[in-house]
């Protein structure tokens, strides 16, 4: 890919709107945007005019005149993309657009490829891979919480970590290798104390960023929270009013939810994703065994699961569900809240009552009960301040970092078994240059992260997943 040839797209999303902005890049942009832009009141080049400041004028296409714009110049390095770039306002006509790009292709450009801009702005050091990441996620981010995650990741938080500890291990390494050119004469360079003190601390930081993975991917992507129990619980109807809108289909037919039914809901500025799977009973139907089957892999994916008991149904029906859902968590963290549904419908209180106690000697100490009723809406608002007190995200309010991205989480994983072979060969007494290469490899995959060690096949995978405009 070339890095520095005039390059444009639309930066703005697709279709009408009152303003489109449209970028261009390369070494001759102004050179470009001298033959298409005509500055109002003034006769100067744009590389003349001040820099990053709007500039009013009109874009010409020959001798008419296709829309009165706003231009903004960015002289190399102090652009996004580290080269000299331009920012095109003009009205959001789609045909405008159109035409826009079209001028500039006519005039030296090509369209950006997706990522293209952020691309070139790795490649000149504007900033690193994991930030350039985090320029993705938060275009992406849909909450107040993935959005201050990605925030912190675009900003280098978690790279000049990874950076550090990185430049530490290299001089070390550095004096290691020092060592063996002078093996003769048996000298020592590295202090292996320090040494050893150097990958414990790594160690503590790689296993913190690692545990923290699992509550930063739900950060980025919803917390999962499967809705489970039996046929004709109110499953479908508890996801109805929670969404406030009618997405899963509710009937009186017992098995109407065959398949995994999933939607997005912001509390508060924490995202849960919430999955209706099909209710839970003996079935021979195939199609229905298969729903079932789902519903516990959705409950084994989950990190929290509603289970939902209908108040009208005997005891023994209700306990028995919960305890078939109880087995398949045991020994796991997730949480698991007991919905005890249609109390609307139940005649005494005597007999919800009677119900509660019941669930009660089922459940673990840890689970929550709470009475809802679906259909009528309550204490929908008391489940949802459970479902937030459900989740620890303080870490989140503490700006401590946190690892949302799998690919980092695999680099991570893959430089912590490095170092814990480079460990157990010091402990042993193996020769540096033995240990010396799980070092390396440690030094390799935190490099992976940020991009001081990659490929244009991970570049490309990376990138190809961005806006183009971006």
Avoid: W
């Avoid at 070339?2 to 999303?13: L, M, Q, V």
């Avoid at 699992?214 to 499953?235: D, Q, R, S, Y």
């Avoid at 508890?238 to 509390?267: C, H, M, Q, S, Y």
């Avoid at 479902?387 to 946190?402: A, C, G, R």
Wanted: aromatic letters at 6%; glycine letters at 6%.
């Amino acid at each position: 890919m070339n890095d520095t040839d005039n390059i444009c797209a639309i930066s703005t999303p697709q279709g009408n709107g009152a303003i489109a902005v449209i970028r261009v890049d390369g070494n001759e942009v102004f050179s470009l945007m001298d033959g298409i832009f005509e500055p109002a009141g003034i006769n100067k080049a744009i590389k003349e005019q001040a820099p990053r400041k709007m500039h009013f004028g009109k874009i010409m296409d020959g001798d008419q005149v296709l829309d009165e714009v706003l231009v903004v110049p960015f002289h190399a390095p102090h652009s996004y993309t580290g080269n000299n770039m331009v920012e095109i306002s003009c009205h959001g006509s789609r045909y405008i657009q159109q035409k826009m790009l079209q001028l500039l292709i006519n005039h030296g450009a090509r369209t950006a490829d997706p990522g293209e801009f952020t691309m070139r702005a790795f490649h000149n050091g504007k900033m690193d891979l994991a930030q350039a990441e985090g320029v993705a996620d938060l275009i992406a981010s849909t909450s107040s919480a993935s959005h201050k995650l990605a925030m912190q990741q675009m900003r280098g938080g978690f790279s000049s970590e990874i950076k550090n500890l990185r430049e530490k291990l290299l001089h070390f390494i550095s004096l290691i290798e020092l060592e063996l050119d002078f093996s003769d004469e048996d000298v020592e360079f590295a202090d292996r104390t320090q040494l050893k003190e150097l990958l414990e601390e790594i160690d503590r930081l790689i296993s913190k960023l690692l545990n923290s993975f699992e509550l930063g991917n739900a950060i980025k992507n919803g917390f999962p929270v499967a809705i489970t129990g039996n046929t004709n619980v109110g499953k479908s109807t508890l996801l109805n009013r929670l969404l406030n809108e009618e997405k899963a289909i509710v009937t009186d037919i017992a098995g109407t939810t065959r398949d995994v039914i999933e939607d997005v809901i912001n509390i508060q500025g924490i995202e849960f994703r919430f999955i209706d799977t099909a209710g839970i009973r003996d079935t021979r139907e195939k199609i229905e065994s298969i729903g079932i089957e789902r519903t516990f892999s959705q409950i084994d994916k989950a990190q929290i699961v509603l289970l939902l008991v209908d108040a009208t149904q005997p005891t023994e029906t209700v306990t028995h569900t919960i305890q078939k859902v109880e087995d398949r968590m045991k020994g796991t963290q997730k949480k698991l809240l007991v919905l005890l549904n249609k109390v609307d419908q139940v005649s005494t209180e005597d007999e919800v009552v009677e119900t509660e106690k019941a669930i009660q000697k089922v459940i673990h100490t840890e689970d929550e009960l709470l009475r809802i009723s679906a259909k009528q809406g309550t204490n929908i608002d008391k489940l949802t301040s459970t479902l937030l007190n459900s989740v620890n995200y303080s870490p989140l309010d503490q700006n401590e970092i946190m690892v949302t991205n799998v690919r980092h989480y695999e680099a991570l994983k893959h430089a912590y078994d490095a170092l814990q072979r480079a460990r157990e060969g010091m402990e042993s007494g193996l020769s540096s240059d033995l240990f010396v290469m799980d070092v390396r490899q440690v030094i390799h995959y935190l490099g992976e992260i940020t991009g001081q060690i990659t490929t244009d096949e991970v570049l490309g995978n990376i990138f190809k997943h961005f806006c183009i405009g971006k």
